[in-house]
């Protein structure tokens, strides 16, 4: 299937072995913010595309001038970064910008068969773990993976083992699909506020790329994604402000009437 909807610009290299990371949106951007971090800093270079109309529908079409738009399809790209250090820590990446509404398993399974083709020995993915924290907190990062023994690649690495969770999307269904077809891999997911859900959350996407740097053996400077980190705090923080004040303004009542309410005034005698 593999040869049928994935157009390669550039052949497997022989001898190399890659870790696939695939993300898609999702809560927070966590995948997202992770994956297009490491591409860009890598420079990871194009090689493939997926042909999306395979896996979406388009829902409706745009209008320019009153003129009609051809269909368009979310883009799904294949990036190659050739580790100089390490043959066993290049990167396949692979970016999705939507998530299918009805063939995640199908697409899933065609992910894999491009792993498969590039002889990548695990398969990653990322996500958001929804709790119950205050956004100055610090996100912390949970881990999962397709077989026990893998799990001992976190050892020393303050990652959380919560034993039983859900992954929602494309970001669980294609560790799923790894798992059926023997394929090993990983999930990381950084915390994220449960009332934050809309909002990116570069915080949980740096803790979940601090623990991924390490666990791939990939030297990448998370400087940026840092500053970023701080900057979506003080917006997080001005939202909070904004978002008490109005609850204030429409709870509370003042404890007079306003002076268009209050009775006519009397004369002194």
């Not at 695990?122 to 026990?148: D, I, N």
């Amino acid at each position: 299937m593999v040869d049928e909807v994935v157009s390669l610009f550039r052949e497997p290299y022989r001898g190399r072995r890659p870790v696939m990371l695939a993300a898609w949106p999702g809560v927070g951007q966590v995948a997202l913010i992770v994956a297009r971090y490491l591409q860009q800093k890598l420079g990871a270079e194009p090689i493939g595309e997926l042909e999306s109309f395979h896996f979406f529908e388009p829902t409706g079409v745009a209008v320019k001038d009153n003129v009609v738009q051809e269909p368009q399809f979310p883009s799904n790209t294949l990036y190659y970064w050739k580790n100089p250090a390490d043959a066993r820590s290049d990167l396949l990446l692979f970016l999705g910008e939507a998530q299918p509404a009805s063939q995640a398993y199908e697409l899933a399974h065609c992910i894999v068969d491009v792993a498969q083709k590039f002889k990548a020995r695990k398969v990653v993915t990322c996500a958001a773990a929804l709790v119950r924290m205050h956004y100055t907190e610090p996100s912390k990062v949970w881990g999962v993976a397709t077989e026990p023994r893998l799990l001992d690649e976190f050892k020393g690495l303050d990652v959380v083992m919560r034993g039983e969770l859900q992954i929602a999307g494309m970001n669980g269904v294609l560790l799923g699909v790894a798992k059926e077809r023997k394929v090993e891999g990983y999930c990381l997911l950084g915390e994220v506020p449960m009332y934050a859900t809309r909002i990116p959350n570069p915080k949980a996407a740096l803790a979940v790329a601090g623990v991924l740097k390490k666990v791939l053996n990939v030297d990448v400077g998370l400087e940026e994604l840092g500053t970023q980190a701080k900057e979506a705090e003080e917006e997080m923080k001005h939202l909070a402000v904004q978002a008490m004040g109005e609850f204030i303004d429409h709870f509370t009542k003042p404890i007079w009437p306003p002076p268009s309410e209050e009775g006519p005034e009397e004369d002194e005698a």
